[in-house]
């Protein structure tokens, strides 16, 4: 996914090493005013995150759907001061019933849980990125 959006690249969001997960190394360019990674540069890459793994649970819908993150929700638990990864879920009931909205109506919402995790594996964000999704065939 970063590499279709030109703001990925821009701040540096990159697919992990052997892995599904999207990544945020530490630069200069997140830094905030007091030397941690910058809140807004934590909030994209947990919504890149959020997006690479819908792309990547539902490859399926691909062409076929119009996906914008509607509304999001962050909670900041530590200051960060090197890499973060991305680890995004959904749960089991929401899958199924963002299945059968958009089946049924041809839109849906889909809450996507992520977690920023640091390299030693502590989280340092956790977000819930709620998009809507909508059929690009008329119904």
């Known amino acids: 996914m970063s590499k279709d959006v030109k703001f990925s690249r821009l701040i540096g969001v990159q697919r992990a090493e052997d892995s599904d997960v999207m990544e945020l ?7 905030n005013h007091i030397g941690n990674m910058h809140a807004s540069a934590q909030f994209a890459l947990a919504e890149i995150g959020s997006g690479d793994f819908m792309r990547q649970h539902f490859p399926e819908l691909d062409g076929e759907v119009l996906a914008v993150v509607r509304r999001a929700e962050i909670k900041y638990s530590k200051a960060v001061d090197g890499n973060l990864q991305a680890f995004a879920s959904i749960e089991e009931q929401e899958e199924n019933r963002f299945r059968k909205q958009l089946a049924d109506r041809g839109r849906a919402l889909l809450p996507v849980n992520v977690k920023l995790k640091t390299a030693n594996g502590e989280t340092a964000t956790s977000a819930v990125y709620h998009w809507f999704v909508s059929s690009m065939v008329s119904r």
């Open 25 to 31: 190394p530490f630069s200069d360019n997140v830094l």
